[in-house]
């Protein structure tokens, strides 16, 4: 099981499981190519890297993370035509809020996926919003992303 941290990302081959925890507001990102068994997986923090006053770790915003994910993927054998993607998180973790400015679940889930768009990487499943935490696993070996919740339970999709 290769874990995947806040702001962090991983890429592996089948036989491999790739996981995150403990996703909010954070969205979680994952690419799999069917043809290579090539599997990706980015925790994004944050929409865009634009406004940030750190920009050492490109793993944490949705508009610098996913290109880097998707360019090591590729290093390692994945074909991009092939790449599909399923997205989890982007709650409302603070229901006292009702400023969209605030809500940076939507942000990140809407910034993860115009990403994707210009990448022209399909969003084949999708968990997102709410107001609960999720955790993620990636299989290699086949592409299913188990998304673990404690109140919404298991999904596989």
């Known amino acids: ?60 915003f949705a508009d610098t993370g996913i290109p880097d994910l998707l360019k090591r993927m590729l290093a390692e054998g994945a074909n991009q035509s092939g790449i599909k993607a399923k997205i989890a998180g982007g709650a409302r973790m603070f229901s006292f809020s009702s400023n969209a400015q605030l809500n940076i679940g939507e942000r990140n889930v809407a910034a993860t996926k115009e990403v994707l768009r210009q990448l022209r990487i399909p969003v084949i499943a999708e968990d997102t919003g709410e107001n609960h935490g999720r955790t993620i696993i990636l299989d290699t070996e086949d592409g299913r992303l188990t998304v673990k919740s404690a109140l919404k339970g298991e999904k596989i999709y």
């Open 1 to 60: 099981m290769i874990i995947v941290g806040m702001a962090d990302s991983a890429v592996a081959k089948k036989p491999a499981k790739i996981t995150t925890l403990g996703l909010g507001s954070c969205v979680g990102i994952a690419l799999y190519d069917k043809r290579s068994c090539v599997g990706g997986m980015v925790h994004v923090m944050l929409p865009s890297i634009e406004n940030a006053r750190s920009r050492d770790n490109i793993a944490k």
